[in-house]
Structures are given as C-alpha cells and as structure tokens.
C-alpha cells in the first residue's frame, strides 16, 4: 500500500507542543537578558540577594548545596547521562530515546558555552563566592541550570511518553522536576557564583530544548504512524485519497446489493405440482371438433 500523503493539519498537530515549548523558552531567555542590559526588573535583586546569602551561609547548607551542584556540573553531570542512557538502552532495546537524551543534552551544553560568550556577563565578584576564583567563564545563562533544567525535563517527557496513562506519575514527575531544578539553581546563588538572572536565563533554555525533543519525538511518532498505521482505521491522507462517489449513487449501489441479498435467501422458485388439487391449473387451448 503506497504511504499516505501528510497533510499539513497533521504537521502542524504533530509539532505545535514543541514550537510552544521553544517559544516560551525563547521568550523567556530574551525577557531576562533584557532585564539585565536595561538594569531594570528582576535585575534589581541579583546584587542584595546574592549579599544577602553570602551572609548567611550555614556549615550544613554550604556541605549539601556544594552536593547538589557537584552533581549537576560539567563532570559529573556527563557520567551520570551516559550511566543512564545506557541503561535505559540495554533494558528496553531501543536506541532511539537514549540518543535523543543524549543529543539534548549536547544541545543545551553548546547553547549554554555559546550564549555565554555572546552576553559577556561577568561572574559575581570574588568575594562573594565560597571559593575565591573558582568560577572563570561568563556568567549569563547559568550552565549548570541549563544542564539540570534540560536533564529531568527530558527524562521525564521521555519516560512519560512510554507510557501516557500514567497521570499520577506525570503529576509526581512534575514537582520533582520542579524542586531538582529549584534547589539546583539556589545552589548556585548560595554558593555565590551566579545572579537571580542567570539561572532564570538557564532555566528557560532548559525549557526551549525540551521544545525541541518534543517536536523530533512527535515527528517522528507521526512518520511512524504514516508507515504502519494501526490496523482497521485509516489515516486522514488515505481518507482524502479515496475516491468520491456521489450520495445518489451509493445509495442506488446499496439498493441493488440489498435486493441482491434478498433473493438469495428466498431461493428459486418452485415448479406447481399437477396432482396437487390446491394448485392453479394450466389452462387448456380449446380447439373446435
């Protein structure tokens, strides 16, 4: 059977998530950046709050945040993606997702060190940071927010695409994803070496990645499904292909077919038996003698 055309309803059904997604990622992004060029808004708050929790560190924080951003760092992060990639192939023998969530994952890496080069925003000074001149790189977007932020978003929209009817795990991925990220970006302002500004900018090109994963996933279910579509329903291309017949004439074709139907199930007519008195009689030629 030769594969159904795509209509562009099917297109736009298929993608609009994903371009929603990049969107309001991208959107986001711009509205931050701008807050810090034009010194306004929430840029206001970068300088008093990162004072504020320079000031107030506490020995049990500072141990447990210095966790929470070793984990999603430049080198640690990486293990622990190709550790679950790997897994998540050899269990479900496909390569398809783990590829994707490792090429996301390189995505948000080459945003993140080109966005940074592009804004030129310096870290926060030295000494606000628990470790001196630890941090060199720019400052805006924060690229361990992007890491984090691209890292369970992912997983968590892959994980619950294998399985769209678990709502209750929807709800508990959602507030999971939420907090992983919450304490990851706060980890990076309380040990000093981000703005406010800059982990809202890594969060939004989290969200714009995930933008992306979402239109190749659903892309790519829609090509499937043009492929082999499921078996008793036809897709809307092959509707469209059908030929159109006028309703006059399919109901005189059903008509026929009905009556065809009916006389197969009467029989053929039986024959009048002569000795049957019951039966009509033929009638006779009368000839004159």
């Known amino acids: 059977m030769a594969r159904p055309r795509m209509r562009p309803s099917d297109a736009v059904t298929a993608l609009w998530p994903g371009v929603l997604l990049l969107a309001l990622g991208i959107g986001g992004f711009l509205v931050a950046l701008d807050w ?27 141990a447990f945040f ?5 984990i999603f760092g430049p080198v640690v992060l990486p293990i622990v993606v190709a550790v679950i990639a790997l897994i998540w192939w050899r269990v479900s023998r496909s390569w398809w997702h783990p590829v994707l969530l490792v090429g996301a ?16 925003r310096a870290r926060p000074e030295d000494v606000f940071m628990l470790i001196p001149g630890f941090e060199t ?3 805006f977007p924060s690229g361990h927010t992007i890491g984090a932020t691209t890292f369970v978003l992912v997983v968590s929209y892959l994980l619950l695409h294998e399985d769209s009817d678990a709502t209750w ?18 980890s990076r302002l309380y040990l000093g070496y981000h703005f406010l500004t800059d982990v809202l900018a890594g969060a939004c090109v989290g969200v714009a990645v995930l933008g992306v994963v979402v239109a190749v996933e659903r892309w790519r279910d829609l090509s499937l499904e043009r492929v082999d579509p499921p078996q008793g329903l036809l897709s809307l291309a092959e509707v469209d292909d059908r030929p159109y017949a006028a309703p006059d004439a399919e109901r005189a074709d059903q008509e026929r077919a009905d009556e065809a139907v009916a006389g197969s199930e009467e029989g053929p007519a039986e024959e009048p038996d002569a000795d049957d008195p019951a039966s009509p009689a033929e009638p006779q030629d009368e000839r004159p003698a």
């Not at 060029?37 to 929790?53: A, G, I, K």
């Not at 210095?66 to 070793?70: G, K």
């Not at 994952?105 to 030129?120: D, E, F, N, P, Y």
């Not at 795990?169 to 706060?186: D, P, Q």
């Open 36 to 62: 810090v060029r034009e010194q306004e808004d929430l840029f206001l708050l970068d300088q008093p709050l990162l004072e504020y929790l320079s000031q107030n560190r506490t020995p049990g924080l500072t």
């Open 105 to 120: 994952m390189i995505l948000s890496t080459v945003l993140g060190m080109g966005l940074k080069i592009a804004v030129g």
């Open 66 to 70: 210095e966790v929470v951003t070793t």
């Open 169 to 186: 795990r929807l709800a508990l991925w959602s507030v999971g994803a939420v907090l992983i990220i919450a304490l990851v970006a706060l």
């Open 137 to 139: 790189s720019y400052s």
